[in-house]
């Protein structure tokens, strides 16, 4: 099941499929290693949505709502 990282619920889990942005957007989310295969749990949401704290290749990130919606993910189950 595809969808977007920014439409997870905290706990979840996924593999990143694709990054959908373009410019300063997609250059910024790859160089913090959000690249195709990589596995993304996401942590914590804010009260309103923005910004995002995820697990991401061993350390903790956070994202502005605007970027995880850029990131599509493939939903993985325990």
């Known amino acids: ?3 977007k990282l920014n439409e997870f619920k905290p706990g979840e ?3 990143v499929l ?5 410019g300063k957007i997609r250059r910024r989310l790859f160089d913090m290693g959000v690249t195709p295969g990589a596995e ?3 942590r914590k949401l804010a009260p309103l949505g923005d910004p995002v704290e995820v697990t991401l290749r061993g350390y903790e990130l ?3 709502k605007a970027e ?3 990131v599509m ?3 993985k189950h325990a």
């Open 1 to 3: 099941m595809e969808k």
């Open 13 to 15: 889990r996924g593999v």
């Open 18 to 22: 694709r990054i959908d942005g373009e």
């Open 40 to 42: 993304i749990v996401l």
């Open 62 to 64: 956070t994202l502005r």
């Open 68 to 70: 995880a919606s850029c």
């Open 73 to 75: 993910m493939e939903v």
